[in-house]
Nanobody, 130 residues
């Protein structure tokens, strides 16, 4: 059974930091590129960050560039998102998502369409408020 289980979400003050984790099971994690996608209250899905299957290539939405860092530990089957300098507009439900890469080591997906991912987690809530 495939599972992506996010954790680490919390209520944090503006300027604070959080680290989200996404534990993967039921599939070969090292063969998949991974992404973080978020959904703010009343808004659509927004792609946040992506990483290739080997963890060597990363990409970020302009809204989080310089503040968030994505990483992937294939030995632990875990994806991370280190978030710093958090802003109220970062408040959202954060999802991790997996995308098969075929034979490419350098591929990652930067879309926000849930149907384009192979696997999708249940989300963890991040609230940034004073």
């Amino acid at each position: 059974q495939v599972q992506l289980v996010e954790s680490g979400g919390a209520l944090v003050q503006p300027g604070g930091s959080l680290r989200l984790s996404c534990a993967a099971s039921g599939f070969t994690f090292s063969n998949y590129a991974m992404s973080w996608v978020r959904q703010a209250p009343g808004k659509g899905l927004e792609w946040v960050s992506a990483i290739n299957r080997g963890g060597t290539l990363t990409d970020y939405a302009d809204s989080v560039k310089g503040r968030f860092t994505i990483s992937k530990d294939n030995a632990k089957n875990t994806l991370y998102l280190q978030m710093a300098s958090l802003k109220p507009e970062d408040t959202a439900l954060y999802y991790c998502a997996a995308k098969a890469t075929g034979s490419s080591n350098n591929y990652y997906y930067t879309g926000n369409s849930k149907g384009r991912y192979d696997y999708w987690g249940q989300g963890t809530q991040v609230t940034v408020s004073s």
